[in-house]
Each structure stands twice: as C-alpha cells, then as structure tokens.
T-cell receptor, first 112, second 113 residues
C-alpha cells in the first residue's frame, strides 16, 4: 500500500468554527508532514512529525494545531481561521531521513 | 542551505513535440533530487528521483531526468508529450539526513493539440 489518504476532500468553514483535517498512511513511515499550498505556488511546509513527536514547526500560527495520535495518523485541528488560510492542505509521509515523500490528494479548505 | 530554481514558470508545447523543463539547485552538500507532478485539483505525485548511482533516471510514463553535478542541474525531458501531461511540475531537493524537502517554484506545462 503506497497511498496516503486525506479527509475530507473539501471543507468550508466560518471563522468561528472548529474543524479537523485527517491524514492516514500504512507504509510504515515514521515521518509525517503538513503542507499548505496556495494556487500556482509550491507547497509550504507547516509541520513535521518524526517518530510521533513534533520536530519542525515552521512558525505556524497557533490557530493551526497538529496532532499525531500514532504512527499512521496525523491530524490538523483548525480554530478561528482567517480567509487568507483558504488553501489546499497536503499531508505527506516518508522515512525520517532520506528518500521521497508520498503525498495525499489534499483537502481544499475555504474559510468564509 | 539548499535552494532550487526552476527557470521557466510556464512552458507551452504542441502535442507530440519534445519538452525540457529546467531545474538548477544550489547546495554545499550532496542532495537527493526529485521531480513531482501535480495534475489539476490533485496532490503531488513523485515522477522520478535521483538518490545515487546512474545519473540518468527514467519514469514509467516516458519522462527522464539527468543529474549533472558540475552544472548543478536536474532537467526533466520527454521526447514526445501528450495532452495528459498537462500539469504543474515541481523540482525538489533534500539532504539525505534531513526531513525537510525544498521545492522549486514550479513549471506549468501546457500542451496544445
């Protein structure tokens, strides 16, 4: 199984809502990532988990809260987002060092 | 620190014509090199990678890239493109010991019939 799955596919939320994005992989990878991608731009790294511990936070605002419950799952909790947070949110996984990252299909988030 | 430059933001070509998407990188240490493709409204898919060994790497759908250490380049080529190759292509680098991947700004390949 070389697939990373993400749910939901689309999400529309108001600025006062709380929602969560979910990501799952069963490739035995011990590193998982959250990226934000705006239109016509490359993905921007947000967070990296290595062996279920947060290893990189790219100065992301606290309204984004990541969680890694186990080695297969990665969540991104969203609260009090702004319209400029509307983007495609991509999850990826890999071995902790070396090799390629495998990306999920993304969640298209719209903040009203 | 590493950086990646994709010299062309857009490349329009006719169907069945050859194409080259250029990628140059900067790094003081050895790196792994990747090409990812993103079709409209989808996530990124790995197209091909260079980790070590042969400097010419090939994908299953006819793309190839050559690692040129002296020119610090990893250009992507295809001898004959199809409409289905229309997508955004990202070149990327990663230090072997690092978890972070550095992306180029992307090249939009548009195929004209």
């Amino acid at each position: 199984d070389t697939e990373v799955t993400q749910t939901p596919k689309h999400l529309v939320m108001g600025m006062t809502n709380k929602k969560s994005l979910k990501c799952e992989q069963h490739m035995g990878h011990r590193a998982m990532y959250w990226y934000k991608q705006k239109a016509k731009k490359p993905p921007e790294l947000m967070f990296v988990y290595s062996y279920e511990k947060l290893s990189i936070n790219e100065s992301v605002p606290s309204r984004f809260s990541p969680e890694c419950p186990n080695s297969s799952l990665l969540n991104l909790h969203l609260h009090a987002l702004q319209p400029e947070d509307s983007a495609l949110y991509l999850c990826a996984s890999s071995q902790p060092s070396g090799g390629e990252q495998f990306f999920g299909p993304g969640t298209r988030l719209t903040v009203l | 620190a590493q950086s990646v430059t994709q010299l062309d933001s857009q490349v329009p070509v006719f169907e069945e014509a050859p194409v080259e998407l250029r990628c140059n990188y900067s790094s003081s240490v050895s790196v792994y090199l990747f090409w990812y493709v993103q079709y409209p409204n989808q996530g990124l898919q790995l197209l091909l990678k260079y980790l070590s060994g042969s400097t010419l790497v090939e994908s299953i759908n006819g793309f190839e890239a050559e690692f040129n250490k002296s020119q610090t380049s990893f250009h992507l080529r295809k001898p004959s493109v199809h409409i289905s190759d229309t997508a955004e292509y990202f070149c990327a680098v990663r230090r072997p010991s690092a978890s972070k991947i550095i992306f180029g700004s992307g090249t939009r390949l548009s195929i004209r019939p």
